[in-house]
């Protein structure tokens, strides 16, 4: 099956620092990547789609500057959270979907615990 | 707009028992597609089973199935013979052809007890 890697898996970083969260696709090419975040006990919350070469389109809501997003190959997507404050901690979560398929389901990454202190 | 509800936020049966996790959808397009995920303790995210809206055959997948009622828009999963592995967050989501946003629900918290 498509896999899908985060890294790191966890991460603490000082308040005002920036922080670079890596999504890589293994074994397929994904023009495609969302990037999600979830606090404890909740849903996932779709933060941004990223697409190749092009600018993600974020969800309502997100800030742009704070959550930058650059999907420079098809096999890699990253998510950089800039001035990291403590309200910024939480889990964050990618997927990909695999292209030319029809089932359109996605397959996520395990996830970056970000701590900010 | 895609809506998904899981009106269930807690289940807990002991092991080898059978639980069927309810779902609901609302969406106006014909063509879509439903999923359950599994997310265990280790929070990685798991595709159990997925339903395409066109097929009227219920997905099937070893211990897992669904029971598909388009005209009701639900979408529930059955997990016969329940196994301790089995304790996970349980999601539901949808998304309709063309779109690429996965919509979730709410989630709903299985424990298979021993």
């Known amino acids: 099956g498509a896999v899908v890697s985060q890294h790191p898996s966890r991460v603490i970083c000082k308040s005002g620092t920036s922080v670079k969260i890596e999504c890589r696709s293994l074994d397929f090419q994904a023009t495609t990547m969302f990037w999600y975040r979830q606090f404890p006990k909740q849903s996932l919350m779709l933060m941004a789609t990223?697409?190749?070469?092009?600018?993600?389109?974020?969800e309502q809501g997100v800030e742009k500057d704070k959550f930058l997003i650059n999907h420079a190959s098809l096999t890699l997507s990253t998510l950089t959270v800039t001035s990291a404050h403590p309200e910024d901690s939480s889990f964050y979560i990618c997927s990909a979907r695999v292209p030319g398929t029809a089932s359109y389901e996605q397959y996520f990454g395990p996830g970056t615990r970000l701590t900010v202190t | 707009a895609q809506t998904v509800t899981q009106s269930q936020p807690e289940m807990s049966v002991q092991e080898a028992e059978t639980v069927t996790l309810s779902c609901t959808y609302d969406?106006?397009?014909?063509?879509?597609?439903l999923f359950w995920y599994k997310q265990p303790p280790s929070r990685q995210m798991i595709l159990v089973i997925r339903?395409?809206?066109?097929?009227?055959q219920n997905a099937t997948e070893n211990r897992f199935s669904v029971n598909f009622q388009k005209a009701a828009k639900s979408f529930s999963l059955k997990i016969s013979d329940s196994q301790l592995g089995d304790t996970a967050m349980y999601f539901c989501a949808s998304v309709i052809q063309g779109a690429q946003k996965l919509v979730f629900g709410q989630g709903t918290r299985l424990t298979i007890n021993p």
């Open positions: 339903q395409e809206a066109y097929k009227q």
């Open positions: 990223s697409n190749e070469g092009s600018k993600a389109t974020y």
């Open positions: 969406t106006s397009e014909s063509n879509y597609y």
